[in-house]
């Protein structure tokens, strides 16, 4: 038995992050601590890395989204001295392939956004981490140049004693150390900044300083230098590149400080150079290999996603022209040759995908397994991201040929294509995605253009339906229970079962989306025995001693496609009885359009469950507009009344028309010897209007969202007395 309709507007709740965080934690410390200088052990390191593993969490769940807490992230493990070269591979990759495992998409995140999200995080903590890196040398910049100036004002005070100290400074110090006057002619540099350029003093003090202009000074370098020139500030530091004598790129980090005379007057520059061309190559190679794929070279998610969202947030009429693509048949090689094969193969399809891209304004890109991406930036037509899929599939008409095999490569692929508007690269991507499935459903080796509506079906009917068996058996169904509260004082009398499924590509995903399903294909009847398989062993844990003398009962919704069903009741009662309950510890509930028309044939099942003892609950009162006279006449002890009936008693004043409706129905129910429950309550003041009109029970967010049954125990309610 299953449920119809969600009771609950809003999103569900993410599960507990303790245990789950716990365990991120630990691979994570696993893999970086051996990489790392800390001085902590293994165990205060993994309680170091909790919290970032929670802010981790926490940002990929945010609404709206936010990756900017990836930069902290990275800047506190610089601060824990994982600092090895190796590091940030490591602390990268755990997030890459653990983040979203310890932390599943629930329904207002997608499992796409989700894996969008995780490596847009992945960027930020790529950044954070280098910048903590560039500002710890910044800052032991500033030492050394504290050093330096204190050294000339020493020379200043003592020119003997000084002048020896400042040279044992400016010789042996590990970084270039250059003195110019204010019109930039070079006085002297010591052995270090020789050796940077090329080991020729000569060059160096030949130069001026305002001569050292290089294509990637940001534009902000020579502003600084000028006002330093004319007095208005007294240092400044900037990432800057020089030419060698070579030819060749030297990066530095350098910091120019002025010197003033006795009087405040300028009289010479002092610069601290550091070179960090090869923490910038460094920099550069872990950006590549973050934004490219390992096997194949082409740009990966990261990069495809950020390329995307900036043309996506581009100037008002920009358009975008994607082509996601899928290899038609990949399984099979992976599964008859190896996946070294397969991974061969790809490599042969990502040389062709290459050739294909013959402008800047195109990029393709590996997403992920045999899947591709090609974007196109700003097209003219829908023809050039049409004429682009068409050259994609004749560059893999051509068997490839791997290890004296020719291998037949096939492609689907879905387009997307227009103005920008105000889609994300998520919804584009996942469009995209959804419209290949659809070129691959009408045979493969096409492409077909995105149509909202055609993706709507096919993810419903096509995804969805087909996998409904499957999950069943692979246990990817889930109970929350609900508790039902007594108006009266604010105590838990039961709890109703609510199947959720936790879709591998979906995420969590409520009874709306798939119960309709199951109900068209039939699996409607497996899934609601197991449903009550669940539920009745659950039940069986909570027949535990109660103050009042009575136990916890479950509710459980029976879908009206089940009540056709022959061993409805035979079943039902062989799952009681394994289960060592008597029929009052259920409930049943049934929703009340399921009712209307009914004849015998379809009330005797449950008026069988009535004489056992059985609860029978009336569900969705008031929407299914069925004769009030008939409730004499239909085996129920219940009645759940709507919840768009109560919306107006949210707030005082309530709504006097919800008032007088709830007031006739629950004076009805009561002359009928009926309880009323009252589903969908969400404020104090909502459930004080409902205790006054004489309801009985109540479930909604105000006391609980539906959850794991260990937490029906340690459920702090808000006080429903007040």
């Not at 009771?7 to 303790?18: M, R, S």
């Not at 990756?67 to 601060?79: K, N, S, T």
């Not at 940077?196 to 030949?206: P, W």
């Not at 009847?525 to 479950?554: K, T, Y």
Request: aromatic share 6%; net charge negative.
């Amino acid at each position: 038995m299953t449920v119809t309709t969600e009771p609950d507007p809003e999103p569900e709740p993410a599960p507990e992050p303790a245990d789950s965080l716990r365990r991120f934690a630990i691979i994570w410390s696993r893999a970086i601590y051996p990489a790392t200088a800390t001085s902590m052990t293994r165990g205060e390191f993994e309680e170091y890395l909790l919290p970032l593993a929670a802010r981790l969490e926490a940002a990929l769940h945010a609404q709206p989204f936010d990756p900017r807490a990836g930069a902290e992230i990275g800047a506190a493990l610089v601060a824990a001295h994982c600092t090895d070269p190796e590091s940030l591979p490591r602390i990268l990759g755990v997030v890459d392939a653990y983040l979203l495992l310890y932390s599943p998409p629930d329904p207002s995140l997608p499992a796409d956004e989700g894996r969008t999200r995780s490596a847009r995080l992945q960027h930020w903590i790529a950044s954070g981490y280098a910048r903590a890196l560039q500002e710890r040398t910044r800052t032991e910049q500033e030492a050394l140049s504290r050093a330096a100036l204190t050294a000339r004002i020493a020379v200043e005070q003592a020119l003997h004693e000084s002048e020896v100290r400042f040279r044992a400074i400016f010789q042996g110090a590990s970084i270039g150390i250059g003195i110019a006057d204010m019109e930039g002619r070079i006085l002297d540099v010591n052995d270090a900044l020789t050796t940077m350029f090329g080991g020729l003093e000569r060059r160096i003090l030949s130069r001026n300083v305002y001569d050292w202009v290089h294509p990637e000074d940001a534009p902000e370098v020579w502003e600084m230098q000028r006002q330093l020139n004319r007095g208005e500030r007294d240092r400044y530091s900037v990432e800057k590149a020089y030419y060698r004598p070579d030819g060749t790129a030297l990066w530095t980090n350098l910091t120019v400080s002025l010197l003033r005379d006795h009087a405040g007057v300028p009289q010479y520059m002092l610069a601290l150079t550091e070179d960090i061309t090869e923490e910038r190559l460094l920099n550069e190679r872990l950006r590549y290999e973050a934004t490219h794929d390992a096997l194949t070279g082409l740009a990966n998610r990261n990069l495809f996603f950020e390329r995307l969202e900036q043309v996506l947030g581009g100037p008002d009429g920009s358009r975008v022209g994607v082509c996601y693509l899928d290899l038609d048949g990949f399984k099979d090689v992976n599964d008859s040759l190896g996946h070294a094969v397969g991974d061969r193969l790809l490599v042969a399809v990502a040389e062709r995908l290459k050739a294909c891209v013959t402008s800047s304004d195109q990029l393709v890109a590996r997403i992920g397994g045999d899947e591709f991406a090609a974007l196109v930036v700003n097209p003219a037509s829908r023809a050039d991201v049409t004429g682009l899929a068409d050259l994609v599939l004749a560059a893999l008409a051509d068997p490839i040929r791997v290890d004296d095999r020719e291998l037949s490569v096939r492609c689907s692929i879905g387009i997307v294509e227009g103005q920008a508007g105000s889609l994300g690269p998520a919804e584009v991507l996942r469009s995209a995605d959804i419209t290949m499935y659809r070129a691959k459903a009408a045979g493969g080796n096409r492409f077909e253009l995105a149509d909202p509506d055609s993706d709507a079906r096919a993810i419903t009917r096509h995804g969805l339906t087909n996998r409904l068996p499957i999950a069943l058996e692979r246990g990817e169904f889930f109970i929350e229970y609900q508790p039902l509260v007594r108006l009266a004082d604010g105590s838990v009398r039961g709890a109703e079962a609510l199947v959720r499924w936790c879709h591998p590509v979906h995420g969590v995903l409520g009874p709306d989306r798939f119960i309709p399903l199951a109900e068209s294909t039939g699996l409607i009847v497996p899934l609601g025995h197991w449903v009550l398989e669940q539920a009745a062993w659950q039940a069986r844990d909570w027949q535990f001693p109660r103050s009042d003398g009575h136990p916890l009962r479950i509710n459980v919704n029976l879908s009206p496609a089940q009540l056709s069903h022959r061993g409805l009741v035979p079943e039902t009662l062989a799952v009681i009885k394994d289960a060592g309950l008597e029929p009052t510890a259920l409930c049943l509930e049934v929703t009340e359009s399921a009712f209307i028309g009914a004849d015998e044939e379809l009330l005797r099942p449950l008026r069988e469950f009535a004489d056992l003892g059985m609860a029978i609950a009336l569900d969705d009162f008031g929407t299914g507009y069925s004769n009030l006279a008939s409730l004499r006449r239909l085996p129920i002890t219940t009645l759940k009344l709507d919840r768009s009936f109560t919306r107006g008693m949210q707030q005082h004043p309530a709504d006097p028309v919800d008032v007088k409706i709830v007031e006739v129905v629950v004076d009805l129910a009561h002359t009928l010897g009926l309880s009323v429950t009252v589903e969908g309550v969400e404020t104090g003041t909502q459930a004080e209007y409902l205790r006054a009109l004489g309801c009985d029970t109540a479930q909604g967010w105000y006391y609980a969202r539906p959850g794991p049954p260990d937490r029906l125990h340690s459920l702090s309610l808000v006080d429903a007395t007040a």
